[in-house]
């Protein structure tokens, strides 16, 4: 059975860091995509980045210079170093994976990751 779990959340203050991880269980396919989403109370849930087995990166406009997606060889495990953190970041976030090309739909509302995590909070004060 496919798993995945998050850790790493947590409060911090405005300016602060954090770093989540998320490991994979159980998956059989090896060219993978994972990203991490997040949702805060009344909004949709959006994409924040993500990372394939073969490197490639991409960030909502939003994170890009603060946070960075990394993954550790070919296991199933990514990081997300989120630097700078300002109160709009305060949000769940969720790990999420499918197949490799997912990745290049991180911001496509239409399309649906096959594999979740049960989320971690990430709260920001200022």
């Known amino acids: 059975e496919e798993q995945l779990r998050e850790s790493g959340g947590g409060s911090v203050q405005s300016g602060g860091s954090l770093r989540l991880s998320c490991a994979g269980f159980?998956?059989?396919?090896?060219?993978?995509?994972m990203a991490w989403f997040r949702q805060a109370p009344g909004k949709r849930r959006e994409g924040v980045a993500a990372?394939?087995?073969?490197?490639?990166?991409t960030y909502a406009d939003s994170v890009k210079g603060r946070f960075t997606v990394s993954k550790d060889g070919a296991v199933p495990l990514m990081y997300l170093q989120m630097n700078d953190l300002k109160p709009d970041d305060t949000a769940s976030y969720y790990c999420?994976?499918?197949?490799?090309?997912?990745?290049?739909?991180?911001?496509?509302?239409?399309?649906?990751?096959?594999?979740w995590g049960q989320g971690t909070q990430v709260t920001v004060s200022a």
């Open positions: 999420a994976s499918d197949e490799s090309d997912a990745c290049y739909r991180l911001e496509d509302e239409r399309y649906e990751f096959s594999y």
């Open positions: 159980g998956f059989t396919y090896r060219d993978y995509c």
């Open positions: 990372v394939n087995a073969r490197g490639f990166t």
